[in-house]
């Protein structure tokens, strides 16, 4: 019996090439562990507008509304950088985002000890490291009208809105609660309820969705500023960080490099439960399509393969196989196996793109 479905876009670049690894970890599972899952396949990006057109065909976009998870590659390239802004490779993505209404963005930091010595804070700081930002993704100031630049009193003014609903707040609280749960059960929330008042609105409804359903759970609240320097102080006095579209944009991106290398990196977007209980999902490496190695094995899959371990967590509820996934390719870093983008001693030669899917492939099997 199928454990359930997942649509594959591997999309540009280096989208292929990683998602080749994940597509062996998956019918490794189906092998090895009786996991079969329904896997699909379709274009996106700049290989669907060669195809299409377009960057996602509708077909496509309907399949990605009805599987429990999109694995998502990476798209666009120096190729597509001169198309119209409406068919450019990202826009398939955006299309995705939008229509599967993925208001929960997950990027977890996370740093293996072996790769410690990457980040540019000190190894004590950041090793073992293990906390996940949950950013707001389809509201907030980058969506709020009125936007735009107008005239006023003889020179131009340029507006955007912050904008938040209780219900829009409600639910990324509760996704982020949720997480919680599944982790260490603490979330701290993060605003500027000091000088905004969407912030006062947003620090009182992430509270009162705490008090009323998840009294379980550790809540505490940050101004974001605050936040910025505690994620680089000691990072480590986090579990889960619930903030919006703004401050999630910027602190993500500064949890992201206390481990190093964008090859690492994983995220998920989340969107409301359907029929069957499921978030909609969408998992994706944060790297971009890499044009400048691709094609030549020099890709480093592990963020997309982290990012199919995050779909065997949060949309097939299988965190136990997640873990195991996740401990291979610790131990494969730990065993000193590299992709040219985590080597800094000159002389090492660096695996494949294909040789590290062996290497992950070979800890799994050792895991039975
Ligand atoms: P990028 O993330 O593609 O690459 C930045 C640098 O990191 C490059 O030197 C690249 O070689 C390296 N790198 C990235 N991922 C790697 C991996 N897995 N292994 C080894 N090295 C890796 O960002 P960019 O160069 O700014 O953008 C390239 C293209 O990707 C552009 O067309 C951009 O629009 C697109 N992009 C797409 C996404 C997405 O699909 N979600 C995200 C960001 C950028």
Excluded at 15 to 38: C, T
Excluded at 79 to 100: A, I, Q
Excluded at 145 to 150: A, H, S, V, Y
Excluded at 269 to 294: F, Q, T
Aim: include cysteine; charge should be negative; aromatic fraction near 6%.
């Amino acid at each position: 019996m199928s454990v359930g479905s997942i649509l594959i876009l591997p999309g540009d670049g280096i989208g292929p090439e990683a998602m080749a690894e994940v597509r062996r970890i998956i019918d490794w599972y189906g092998d090895k562990r009786g996991l079969a899952f329904d896997v699909s396949e379709d274009l996106v990006g700049g290989a669907a507008y060669d195809a299409h057109g377009t960057p996602l065909t509708d077909a496509a976009m309907d399949k990605a509304q009805s599987v429990d998870a999109v694995l998502f590659g990476a798209v666009g390239g120096p190729k597509y950088d001169t198309l119209d802004f409406s068919v450019k490779p990202e826009r398939g993505l955006l299309r995705l985002r939008k229509e599967m209404d993925l208001f929960a963005n997950l990027r977890p930091a996370q740093c293996f000890d072996a790769l410690a010595d990457f980040s540019s804070l000190k190894r004590d700081v950041v090793a073992g490291l293990d906390i996940m930002i949950v950013r707001e993704l389809t509201s907030g100031i980058y969506y709020g009208e009125p936007r735009g630049i107008f005239e006023e009193n003889g020179e131009r003014v340029g507006i955007n809105t912050q904008r938040y609903t209780e219900s829009e707040i409600a639910r990324v609280a509760r996704s982020a609660f949720e997480l919680a749960r599944k982790r260490a059960g603490k979330v701290c929330s993060m605003d500027k309820a000091n000088v905004m008042e969407s912030g006062i609105l947003w620090r009182e409804v992430v509270q009162t969705v705490h008090d009323e359903e998840y009294p379980d759970i550790e809540l505490s609240h940050m101004y974001a500023d605050a936040g910025g320097m505690q994620l680089t102080r000691w990072p480590k006095q986090f579990d889960v960080i619930v903030t919006d579209n703004l401050f999630g944009d910027l602190l993500s991106d500064v949890a992201a490099m206390l481990t190093g290398s964008l090859g690492m990196l994983p995220s998920a977007s989340l969107g409301a439960p359907m029929a069957n209980g499921r978030p909609k999902a969408l998992y994706e490496p944060v790297h971009g399509s890499a044009p400048d190695i691709a094609g030549q094995g020099k890709a480093n899959p592990i963020a997309t393969i982290l990012s199919f371990a995050m779909a065997l967590r949060y949309s097939f509820d299988l965190g136990d196989e997640a873990d195991r996934l996740e401990k291979a390719v610790e131990k494969v870093l730990a065993d000193g196996v590299r992709t040219a983008d985590l080597l800094n001693e000159e002389g090492k030669m660096p695996a494949t793109t294909s040789q590290m899917g062996d290497a992950i492939l070979a800890a799994l099997d050792a895991s039975l």
